[in-house]
């Protein structure tokens, strides 16, 4: 293997590590992407910290400790036989247990995975609690699934899964498709075939070892984020109008607490379209958003009938006019003509609630344009974090109050926030906290794989 050698320029060293990386991972383009995302910073700090050159740190980093496929078969309500392929992709534990979320769509893959939990590593890292990375799924489907189906599907692949995980292991928890339903009866199976009640998944009920505030963890973390960045920049949230992506998990609690700090959020979406309310979604719309989502299943258009506003079937919301936005959906909805358009429209900030949502030329259109950028690894760390919280109370037994975890959910998103200003601010004072995220975030995993020697 060519070893990464400083006689390279930065550009020639990104260049040779990505031909290198694409030819070995054939076809994965959402991994290649992710690798990527983290190597433009990561590559060049390596020439200035030659003992992580030297040790292939990075290198090592991009494969996988382990990767688990396997079949996952149920019986549908019409008495048929499915067949889903389940997965499990255990990137790191250098610093922690695998950790990472479980998403159920059809377009999981290996890649999707295999970014996801790569993108997990570093975020878990920037946290500061003690947490690997991972991510896990399947293909399979929920959307109009009966609940007597999903409970199937979700004890049959636990049934697979449980010998893979454990507190001390691997812990799961959710992402798209996978919610409080899932998580439930995922959990529930665990325990019947381990025998053992014990924190294997976060994002778990009330009930039953869950935290308060993980629901809202990842969509309040990620306006906490974007309030820091603005008031480093001496602005405040206040009146000012969002525009969001998605209506899952993430995107109602980022609207929740726009509303909270009085912007005034006017769109969400699906998978079908988007609304527009130029109103402003207010608390009662919200509330009637969470009944129609978590309850119902519907889909936002229902919005639209609801509320006598616009409803834009197939699009995004990307060409409203707005000073901030929240990708809160799902990878790659942002493309470089969508970054000019908000751009344009005189955009100043964008807090990433989903996962790499913003392609690559996206981004570097952001940042030219030197407005606020927060790369997911940073903005939707919450979610994260308070899945390490409940890790801890699950430890010790016990349970925190909402004041309590809302308190850590705040420090621990300023802290991200400040420690990405350390890394990331340049020579003009922009702060570039996708460099600033990337390398923070690398530090600490590379330092306990140094520590480790090679494996
Ligand atoms: P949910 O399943 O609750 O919601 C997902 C939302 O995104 C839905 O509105 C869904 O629409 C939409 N969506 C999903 N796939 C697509 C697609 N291919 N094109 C357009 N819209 C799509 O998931 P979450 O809210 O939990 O997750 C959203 C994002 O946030 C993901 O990127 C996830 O990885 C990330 N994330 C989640 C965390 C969490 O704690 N839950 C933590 C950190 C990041 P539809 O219903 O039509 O499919
Ligand atoms: O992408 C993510 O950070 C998540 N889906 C949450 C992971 C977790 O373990 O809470």
Known sequence: MVGITSKLSQSEIVEEFMGWLEQRNPGETEFHQAVYEVGINVLPFLLENPEYMEAEIFRRLTEPDRIIIFRVAWQDDAGNIQVNRGYRVQHNNAIGPYKGGLRFHPSVNLSILK?????????NSLTGLPMGGGKGGSDFDPKGKSD????????????????HIGPHTDVPAGDIGVGAREISYLFGQYKRIANQFTGVLTG?????????????ATGYGCVYMMKDMLKH?????????AIVS???NVAQYTVEKLIELGAKPVTMSDSSGFI?????????KLAWIKELKQQRRGRISEYATAFGVEYHEGKRPWGVPCQLAFPCATQNEISREDAQTLLNNGCMGVSEGANMPSEQAAIDRFQDAKI?????????????????????????????????????LREIMLDIHNRCAVYGTESDHYVNYLKGANIAGF???????????VM
């Open 115 to 123: 970014f996801l939990a790569f993108e997990q590593t570093f975020k």
């Open 148 to 163: 007597a189906e999903v409970m199937r599907f979700c004890q049959s692949f636990m049934s697979e899964l449980y010998r």
């Open 204 to 216: 778990k009920g009330l009930a039953f070892g869950g935290s308060e505030m993980r629901v809202e």
């Open 233 to 241: 920049r001496g602005d405040s949230i206040g009146g000012k109008t």
């Open 246 to 248: 998605g209506s899952g």
């Open 276 to 284: 527009f309310d130029p109103a402003g979604i207010d608390e009662e």
């Open 372 to 408: 606020l950028f927060s790369p997911s690894k940073a903005a939707n760390a919450g979610g994260v974090a308070v899945s390490g919280l409940e890790m801890a109370q699950n430890s010790m037994r016990l349970s925190w109050s909402r004041d309590e975890l809302n308190r850590h």
């Open 443 to 453: 530090i600490k995993v590379a330092d306990a794989m140094l520590a480790y020697g």
